[in-house]
């Protein structure tokens, strides 16, 4: 019973703070309240008996991934975001759009009847569910899971190679000069 | 009344709606950033929601490979950003008019 009261107060302070990610004018206060979402989701994640999946929201996202937009907002000039007027005619059709798409897929989502009782990879009753996904993320999922090692390798490079400064022509230059040298 | 389940879908859908929205209505790169992440928060509360209540671990598995994309994404997409101020001296959408698009 107490649970499903928590579960109602997670779920209202997570969307108040989305709000409140959304309406912010500085992106400093946008990144606080994004990280509050994740932490109330984080603990919605706690009330549906994956641990595993908390524990890796908390750590990923509001550890590494909010640390990254923190750096980026401090690293760019904060003062000219501040001036940024927030309200004339063009939003509020965004607004309008945006919850028209919310209205469509509450709809949808209530009249769709889920017929299905049980899933595929079911999880047995004595297992928690860090066993779970240990077993079948290294069974059955070993693939996808081999081509997301693949992906997060090209996001560090690309990262890499995007962030790096400019090279002059100078530094060029003495590049080209190696590779002639060598082929002499 | 409606059931526990059914709320915890309703908190995704209203979370990715307002990511949605978000993303519409903002003119500054980083926050139409964040509501990106936004969407992703709230079909990830949607595919545990399933996999606990129809006994699932399929649901689980997709939020750690969700996750894992997200972090790569907001990893380039920021190097992407820093690019685009390092360039324009700012990080106003409506400053991206190169394409004329």
Known sequence: MIQEYLGYGFSALAVLLAVSTIIQKNPIYSAASLIGVMLMLACNYVLLNAEFIAAIQVIVYAGAIMVLFVFVIMLINVEYIKREKLYYRGRVFGVIIGMALLLKLLIVGYSLLIKVQEGDLPIPKDMDSTKVIGKYLFSNYILPFEVISVVLLVGIIGAVVLGKKERNGEEKEVVVKTVQHVDL | ?101
Do not use: P, W
């Open chain 2, 1 to 101: 009344m409606i059931s526990q389940m059914n709320f915890f879908l309703i908190t995704g859908l209203l979370i990715f709606g307002i990511g949605a929205t978000g993303l519409l209505i903002r003119r500054n790169l980083i926050i139409c950033f964040m509501s990106i992440e936004l969407m992703l928060n709230g079909v990830n509360l949607v595919f545990v929601t399933f996999s606990h209540y129809l006994n699932s671990a399929v649901g689980m598995l997709y939020v750690l490979f969700i996750m894992a994309l997200a972090a790569a994404e907001v990893a380039i997409g920021l190097a992407i950003i820093l690019l685009i101020y390092r360039l324009k001296g700012t990080v106003d959408m409506d400053s991206l008019n190169t394409m004329k698009g």
